[in-house]
């Protein structure tokens, strides 16, 4: 048990308030709610950058991650898309769009985040099997950036697909 609260200790602070973030956003999208478009891709945003990291932190990619990474994001394109945001009504004076309520970002904020964290923390417990996980991080990165990929395109056609309202002031 030791083991553990030294884990959770010497993780970076910033860790716990992208955790506490997406929790929030996760916990908010169970609810229909109107949110400018802007703020509906802060959390797309967060993960494709943990998608794209392992590319910027490697000096010598081998072509092989880079079939994982690619492979990955092909693969989870389609549950994105399955599961991206419905759309009920759209403001374009304003910029506001109305999301239908859903478990399934809270589910998948937390998911990918457990997995990210989880990875980092077999990384940083186990530096000889670096190249089994260092395929399980691409997998896992490329998985994130297809994931948002379909949930972007999904979210593009349902915008296209709702007529636009006005808001007369």
Same mark, same amino acid.
């Given at each position: ?74 693969? =989870? +394109? %389609?549950? *994105?898309?399955?599961? &991206? ?6 403001? #374009?004076? $304003? @910029? ?41 991080? =691409? +997998? %896992?990165? *490329?998985?994130?950036? &297809? ?6 395109? #999904?979210? $593009? @056609? ?12």
């Amino acid at each position: 048990m030791a083991g553990a609260f030294q884990i959770l200790a010497h993780t970076p602070v910033y860790v716990w308030f992208v955790l506490a973030y997406l929790v929030w956003q996760g916990v908010a999208a169970t609810r229909t709610r109107k949110r400018p478009l802007w703020r509906l891709l802060i959390v797309p945003l967060i993960f494709i950058l943990l998608g794209i990291w392992p590319l910027i932190g490697s000096l010598a990619l081998d072509i092989k991650l880079v079939a994982i990474w690619l492979g990955a994001i092909l693969l =989870f +394109a %389609l549950p *994105g898309i399955v599961t &991206g945001p419905w759309v009920i009504a759209r403001d #374009a004076s $304003r @910029r506001n769009v109305t999301i239908s309520g859903s478990i399934v970002p809270l589910v998948r904020n937390l998911t990918l985040f457990a997995l990210h964290y989880a990875l980092a923390v077999a990384l940083a417990l186990n530096p000889d099997g670096a190249q089994i996980l260092t395929m399980a991080g =691409f +997998a %896992l990165s *490329g998985g994130s950036i &297809g994931y948002f990929a379909g949930w972007a395109f #999904a979210l $593009r @056609r349902h915008l296209l697909d709702i007529p636009i309202t006005r808001h007369s002031a």
